[in-house]
């Protein structure tokens, strides 16, 4: 799981300081279709007349109104009362309703709309807090709201996300949940950047994006431009789907979830579906969740940068002891022969009975230990660093510094242990030890 950390906001001058690399409003507002005459429209904002404020059934039907129909967006904003609006400009109002059309076209033709009961409404904001992390930031932040659902007459899709959206309620008053709808929009702006990187294999760009969130000092520049570069590799090489095809499934300002529909299997055998999802923290931050396996190739056992064993097949024990020496402790266990070395152990699964002397064995696994004598491949070493290690698996920190690969004769875990200077004490690779 990739955790990618940006503060919202920067000496709070500015709300999209989140993208962690210079971008201008104007390019943010051309790049989602916002006309000048709507800018316009938001400098004029505060020339419109004193309005008596609408019920809650009108002010979501002029919401939905402007969802379903692109041409009604202005008459609808303008309809709503200024002390209903929550200073929500019309550049955002109509960028969410644009982002909710495009949703609902999936369903078919909207005709209606209905506000949730309290119990599918307590549902649905348990969906967007789902996750379990006492990190994540709550959705009650935004304080009361109702939750209004387009209905179709025929839906076309019923397994797409219905199509939601927010009214505020403030005892007996309602009102566009403005914060909501601007925080959305950041959010949606965010995530939709990081696809746009990855899109146009802008590995710079994309290094700009996720260096906040390794702070630390093993993550040097060359190991966040690998993780860039390995993320726009992994979806070049297994996403199948177009960009302009993932799927908005969950649209907060505090959670946001795409699926991508068609993502290869690590060994391309299959077709499968990923999510990816953007969370609010409750330090102001955010986190985006996207997995992406720590792919290992097959690792052989070596001595002296020579490639000797590889995981799985048999040696005799003539052999071994051939490219090895006679073990220091040579002990056997029921079905289990393991030979210890200084810096090393070799564990083998044999069918001879318990005695003295074994004939042949398996090879099962095998851990190095405080000898750079022995390595697995050529670049796997007792005393490397982290950062080193980083720089071959990138992703490798997400997972706790643990990876897998099968040869046909196993699947075989690759772990490894470190001092508290980040270096490189144990590495096993083996097969898992139940």
């Given at each position: ?354 005695s003295e002397k074994w004939t042949s064995g398996r090879l099962s696994s095998v851990v190095l230990r405080n000898d750079e ?62």
């Amino acid at each position: 799981m990739m955790h990618v950390k940006n503060s919202k906001r920067i000496n709070k001058r500015t709300r999209f300081g989140v993208l962690a690399v210079t971008m201008c409003i104007c390019m943010l507002l051309s790049s989602f279709g916002l006309s000048g005459c709507r800018l316009v429209n938001d400098i004029t904002n505060g020339l419109k007349p004193a309005q008596k404020p609408v019920p809650e059934a009108e002010l979501a039907r002029l919401i939905a109104t402007s969802i379903i129909y692109e041409d009604s967006v202005d008459d609808c904003y303008a309809k709503i009362p200024q002390i209903q609006l929550e200073d929500l400009s019309y550049s955002e109002f109509y960028a969410y309703c644009d982002i909710l059309r495009s949703c609902s076209l999936k369903h078919g033709n909207a005709v209606s709309f209905k506000i949730l009961d309290e119990s599918e409404k307590s549902k649905y904001f348990s969906q967007i807090d789902s996750g379990g992390d006492v990190n994540y930031q709550s959705i009650d932040v935004y304080g009361d709201m109702d939750v209004v659902e387009l209905s179709y007459d025929v839906d076309k899709d019923p397994s797409a996300s219905p199509v939601r959206f927010t009214i505020a309620k403030n005892g007996d008053s309602y009102s566009v949940a403005g914060k909501y709808i601007s925080d959305s929009m950041l959010a949606y702006y965010y995530i939709n950047h990081y696809f746009e990187m990855i899109d146009d294999k802008n590995v710079t760009g994309l290094e700009s994006l996720i260096r906040l969130a390794y702070d630390s000092d093993i993550y040097l520049n060359s190991v966040i431009n690998a993780k860039a570069d390995y993320i726009t590799d992994y979806y070049r090489l297994k996403v199948k789907t177009d960009i302009e095809d993932y799927e908005l499934k969950l649209f907060a300002p505090t959670h946001i979830s795409y699926e991508i529909p068609e993502v290869f299997s690590e060994d391309g055998d299959s077709i499968n579906s990923k999510n990816v999802n953007l969370r609010l923290l409750k330090n102001d931050s955010y986190t985006l969740e996207d997995d992406i396996p720590a792919i290992v190739d097959e690792i052989r056992f070596c001595k002296n940068q020579n490639n000797l064993l590889r995981m799985g097949s048999t040696y005799t024990a003539s052999e071994l002891y051939r490219l090895l020496g006679t073990p220091i402790v040579e002990s056997r266990d029921p079905g289990l022969v393991i030979l210890s070395y200084k810096g090393l152990t070799l564990r083998l699964v044999t069918d001879d009975p318990v005695s003295e002397k074994w004939t042949s064995g398996r090879l099962s696994s095998v851990v190095l230990r405080n000898d750079e004598t022995y390595s697995l491949g050529k670049n796997l070493y007792i005393g490397m660093n982290v950062s080193e290690l980083l720089l071959i698996y990138p992703m490798l920190d997400e997972f706790g510094y643990t990876g897998s690969f099968e040869n046909g004769d196993g699947e075989f875990i690759l772990s490894f242990t470190f001092d508290d200077y980040g270096n490189v004490t144990r590495i096993r690779l083996g097969e898992k030890i139940d």
